[in-house]
């Protein structure tokens, strides 16, 4: 954490919150942090968690959130990742709904 500075809560779930937050070196630099708390959270939950970090560090693709590092911090499970600035793609598809923008051609 003390490589971070958090910014706003972006959002809950289940299992913890998500944080904006820029790194202390470069403050331009955002990025999502993702806290889980470990000791508030069944065996199984805390195995979803450590498989989600695993995943992600593994993975190099466009179309997956990219994966900074992870680290415990006050027994809570942290996982940087990029920051996406428009949202995440369901986000996105909502918008174009509600905007009428989105057409999907049938196949004929």
């Not at 972006?10 to 913890?16: A, D, K, L, N, P």
């Not at 179309?63 to 499970?77: A, D, E, M, P, R």
């Amino acid at each position: 954490m003390e490589d971070y500075r958090v910014l706003k809560k972006v959002g809950t779930g289940s299992y913890g919150s998500a944080y904006l937050v820029c790194s202390k070196q470069d403050p331009q630099q955002q990025y999502v942090l993702k806290k889980i708390q470990s000791a508030d959270v069944s065996d199984k939950e805390r195995q979803v968690a450590w498989n989600e970090v695993e995943v992600l560090s593994k993975l190099d693709h466009p179309f997956v959130l990219g994966y900074i590092q992870h680290f415990t911090y006050k027994q809570q499970l942290c996982i940087i990742t990029n920051y996406c600035e428009h949202g995440d793609l369901h986000q996105y598809m909502q918008n174009r709904r509600q905007q009428g923008q989105l057409q999907v051609p049938e196949q004929q």
